[in-house]
């Protein structure tokens, strides 16, 4: 008998070798993602700087919505609940998209395009859309609502990067870069202008813009476009009083601290009180009621006066990483798709980022923008993460050299 099973393992072991190298090829396959992500550290460095941007952010939701949310709900942790809720379903979202092949989005960014603007017209109906402090941003299913315009920004990235793709022989014709380029960012920004909400306008925009400075647009073409829509804004921003009290309380917000300069005066004041070590986790003050939007806009006041300068240098490592990441990412990628949406994605997290934090130090008009996932907010904090997993299904694809075009 234990001849016979020697035997049976000795005709197990020839077939083995006569199969060659067939059974570790199956064990390389079932690993390969994770060798590559092991071997990407872009991606490593990108998938950790969110993970901890993410908590902290969980973290200071709770702190600084803890008061509001109890004066109006009765609990302090509703908010914490449902942004935790966010961040599950935004983790899956970001384990679904880097398990996407990126190229997928060169098609499919017609359905997404499509479904953000019906929904961007949905949320101007008043019967679909729920307005808060003057704006219809959101479209309310039960207990969530839906912000289409943070939708609208990872729709452009993979809309302008196709259309780059397709006219890279076409860059020094300006009218043919133009086709079907402005007609559809025109399109979407309108619609997120008619909420109204100039700050996610621009700021679309402004994603546009680092794609196609990316596919090597000359930059008099882009200087001049960046002339224009600024001149556009300038006159929508003076045709509406309400932001036109906002631009003038921007540059003067302490002639009226207790109005129009309001906001801007109060997260001042959170910042600098907090010092180098801040008086707290938890302890804030100007969470009492004092700073309007505490635990979305202006979430970083709360931050830096709680866990004071050591705080705030912190989080702001953790996005010049997240940044940094990105670009390698964009860099390496194989193709011009992909280092098209990862320059988008890193260019929408990096202005994002840049205007909240201008916002919050005064240094641009109160726009409304979040921090990216720090803030509280559903349908930033899953796009952003489903964006983030993109970057990192580009990040784990094996690098390719990109020629360089040269500007003139």
Same mark, same amino acid.
């Given at each position: %008998?234990?001849? $016979?099973?020697?035997?049976?393992?000795?005709? *197990?072991?020839?077939?083995l @070798?006569?199969?060659?190298?067939?059974?570790?090829? !199956?064990?390389?396959?079932?690993?390969?993602? @994770?060798?590559?992500? *092991?071997?990407?550290?872009?991606?490593?460095?990108?998938?950790?700087?969110?993970?901890?941007?993410?908590?902290?952010?969980?973290?200071?939701?709770?702190?600084?919505?803890?008061?509001?949310?109890?004066?109006?709900?009765?609990?302090?942790?509703?908010?914490?609940?449902?942004?935790?809720?966010? =961040?599950?379903?935004?983790t899956?979202?970001?384990?679904?998209?880097?398990?996407?092949?990126?190229?997928?989005?060169q098609?499919?960014?017609?359905?997404?395009?499509?479904?953000?603007?019906?929904?961007?017209?949905?949320?101007?109906?008043?019967g679909a859309?729920?307005?808060?402090?003057?704006?219809?941003?959101?479209?309310?299913?039960?207990?969530?609502?839906?912000? /289409?315009?943070?939708?609208?920004k990872?729709?452009?990235?993979?809309?302008?990067?196709?259309?780059?793709?397709?006219?890279?022989k076409?860059?020094?014709?300006?009218?043919?870069?133009? %086709?079907?380029?402005?007609?559809?960012l025109?399109?979407?920004?309108?619609l997120?202008?008619?909420? /109204?909400?100039l700050?996610?306008?621009?700021?679309?925009? #402004?994603i =546009?813009?680092v794609?196609?400075?990316?596919?090597? +647009?000359?930059?008099?073409?882009?200087?001049?476009?960046?002339?224009? #829509?600024?001149?556009?804004?300038?006159?929508?921003?003076?045709?509406?009083?309400?932001? !036109?009290?906002?631009?003038?309380?921007?540059?003067?917000?302490?002639?009226? /601290? %207790?109005n129009?300069?309001?906001?801007? @005066?109060?997260?001042?004041?959170?910042?600098?009180?907090?010092?180098?070590?801040?008086?707290?986790?938890?302890?804030? *003050?100007?969470?009492?009621?004092?700073?309007?939007?505490?635990?979305?806009?202006?979430?970083?006041?709360?931050?830096?006066?709680?866990? $004071?300068?050591?705080?705030?240098?912190? +989080?702001?490592?953790?996005?010049?990483?997240?940044?940094?990441?990105?670009?390698?990412?964009?860099?390496?990628?194989?193709?011009?798709? #992909?280092?098209?949406?990862?320059?988008?994605?890193?260019?929408?997290?990096?202005?994002?980022?840049?205007?909240?934090?201008?916002?919050?130090t005064?240094?641009?008009?109160?726009?409304?923008?979040?921090?990216?996932?720090?803030?509280?907010?559903?349908?930033?904090?899953?796009?952003?993460?489903?964006a983030?997993?993109?970057?990192?299904?580009? #990040?784990?694809?094996?690098? !390719? /050299?990109?020629?360089?075009?040269?500007?003139?």
């Open positions: %008998m234990a001849s $016979g099973a020697l035997q049976v393992r000795q005709r *197990r072991h020839l077939r @070798v006569r199969e060659g190298d067939r059974a570790p090829a !199956r064990l390389r396959e079932r690993t390969r993602p @994770v060798e590559r992500l *092991r071997n990407s550290p872009a991606a490593v460095l990108l998938i950790g700087s969110t993970a901890l941007l993410t908590i902290i952010g969980l973290v200071m939701v709770l702190s600084a919505s803890s008061v509001s949310s109890y004066a109006q709900y009765g609990s302090s942790f509703l908010f914490f609940k449902r942004q935790a809720l966010y =961040a599950v379903v935004g899956a979202a970001l384990v679904a998209t880097a398990h996407i092949r990126y190229r997928a989005w098609r499919l960014w017609v359905p997404l395009l499509a479904v953000t603007a019906a929904l961007l017209l949905l949320v101007l109906h008043p859309g729920t307005v808060a402090g003057g704006s219809a941003r959101w479209i309310a299913l039960g207990p969530v609502t839906v912000q /289409p315009s943070e939708l609208a990872l729709a452009v990235v993979t809309f302008a990067a196709a259309v780059m793709v397709k006219k890279q076409h860059l020094d014709e300006p009218l043919h870069l133009a %086709m079907p380029l402005l007609p559809v025109a399109a979407v920004c309108g997120v202008l008619l909420q /109204p909400d700050g996610t306008a621009v700021l679309i925009a #402004g =546009a813009g794609v196609v400075y990316v596919a090597g +647009v000359r930059l008099r073409y882009l200087a001049t476009s960046v002339l224009l #829509g600024g001149v556009l804004a300038g006159a929508l921003v003076l045709s509406h009083h309400y932001q !036109r009290v906002r631009l003038l309380a921007f540059l003067h917000p302490w002639k009226d /601290p %207790m129009t300069g309001y906001q801007v @005066v109060q997260s001042l004041m959170g910042l600098g009180s907090g010092g180098l070590f801040g008086v707290g986790l938890g302890a804030s *003050r100007q969470k009492w009621m004092y700073i309007p939007n505490a635990h979305t806009d202006f979430i970083f006041s709360i931050l830096g006066e709680e866990l $004071g300068l050591i705080g705030e240098l912190v +989080v702001l490592v953790l996005f010049g990483i997240l940044l940094y990441a990105g670009i390698r990412i964009a860099v390496r990628a194989p193709d011009s798709y #992909g280092r098209l949406v990862a320059a988008g994605i890193t260019g929408w997290l990096g202005l994002q980022t840049l205007v909240n934090l201008g916002t919050v005064g240094l641009v008009p109160v726009t409304g923008v979040p921090l990216p996932l720090v803030s509280f907010g559903g349908s930033s904090l899953v796009v952003t993460l489903a983030i997993g993109i970057l990192v299904n580009i #990040g784990r694809a094996p690098p !390719r /050299p990109a020629a360089r075009r040269t500007r003139r």
